[in-house]
């Protein structure tokens, strides 16, 4: 199973960025979808977490500001993050927890590579 991030860059304080992931691989099912983020110096942190019946989680400092959303025919998840700061500036990682081959494979969470997110003041 692989997961594919894209979509990071260089933005404005203010600015918007649309990070998506894409999973493939052997794939029987998969459940919980999200984003985490580790900029520099600090430990890896969740940003939001989507369930498979599209419940969401989110951490306070994406609240009103990002929306995860995923596409369960595509195996995708999506990251729309708004308005910006430079704190937000981090390696955002895709990470999904699939179950692989059949309804009785195993079960695991893959992270993606990571894509990087830069917020100039």
């Known amino acids: 199973v692989q997961l594919q991030a894209s979509g990071g860059g260089l933005v404005q304080s203010g600015g918007s960025l649309r990070l998506s992931c894409a999973a493939s691989g052997s794939i029987y099912s998969i459940y919980d979808m999200g984003w985490y983020r580790q900029a520099p110096g600090k430990q890896r942190e969740l940003v939001a977490i989507?369930?498979?019946?599209?419940?969401?989680t989110y951490a306070n400092s994406a609240k009103g500001r990002f929306t995860i959303s995923r596409d369960n025919a595509k195996k995708t998840v999506l990251l729309q993050t708004n308005s910006l700061r430079p704190e937000d500036t981090a390696v955002y990682y895709c990470?999904?927890?699939?179950?692989?081959?059949?309804?009785?494979?195993?079960?695991?969470?893959?992270w993606g590579q990571g894509t990087q997110v830069t917020v100039s003041s």
């Open positions: 990470t999904a927890e699939v179950r692989s081959y059949n309804p009785l494979g195993p079960r695991k969470v893959y």
């Open positions: 989507i369930a498979s019946g599209g419940s969401t």
